[in-house]
């Protein structure tokens, strides 16, 4: 079994003191490839060091919505140099939080549109954090992405999901839907086409079960991946794979 973690945070604070066995335990269940996702310069520094010891992580970096009261006008400037020195393959996590709302709706507006604008200039996919936020993430999602993207840790309805999808968008499942109450989840799990589907960590925080309560981290994902397929009763290794080349690097 092989699987991508396309959404994870092991140069944070909390995870990059032990990355290297993070990494050979993430190896040991499976895992050939980790998108990781950094917020800041540091991390993106943390990152590009680490992506020359181990050729299967790629790197994502983008202005969090809820770290805007201490993101500063750099931290935009460095995610255009980040793009036009091509070294990452999207911009996220991006997107609206209303449930932490540590600035003005409008100011996460803008913000979040001054991203989208970058990945449209670079023609490079996006990846959405939704938080509390569903109408005016997914308008201003419609209104503006010229490119692709991932909706992750989703955990909204299927008709939002469904309006993301039909508008070229891929959803990432992380721990929650192993999680007790996620009854609407898993119909949106089940419902949606396989080349459309992703999952992910999100490490290290919403550790799947059986590690509920614990530090996530990326060897959890089989975990969460077992539990979708069989949830959708097929094999998804090859498919999600596949996804994240066609999404990541314009295969077909
Ligand atoms: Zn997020
Ligand atoms: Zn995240």
Sequence with gaps: ??????????????????VDNIIQNALSKGVIKILCICTNKTEVERALTLQQRYDFIDI?????????????????????????????IAVGEIGLDYHWNVVSKSQQID???RQISLANKYHRPVLIHMRDAT??????????????????CFSGSL?????????????SFGGILTFKNANNLLEVAKSLPKDKIFVETDCPYLAPVPYRGKVNEVAFIHATFAFLEKLRNESLSDQLIENY?????GKN
């Design 1 to 18: 079994m092989k699987i991508i973690d396309t959404h994870a945070h092991i140069v944070c604070d909390k995870l990059f003191l032990d």
């Design 60 to 88: 994502a970096y983008g202005v969090h919505p809820a770290d805007l009261h201490i993101a500063t006008e750099d931290d935009f400037i460095l995610l255009e140099q980040l793009l036009k020195e091509n070294k990452i």
């Design 111 to 113: 913000s979040f549109v």
């Design 135 to 152: 109408k005016d993430c997914v308008d201003t999602i419609l209104a503006h992405c010229k490119t692709k993207g991932i909706m992750h």
């Design 159 to 171: 008709e939002t999901a469904k309006i993301l999808v039909d508008f070229g968008f891929y959803i």
């Design 245 to 249: 080349e066609k999404l990541f690097y």
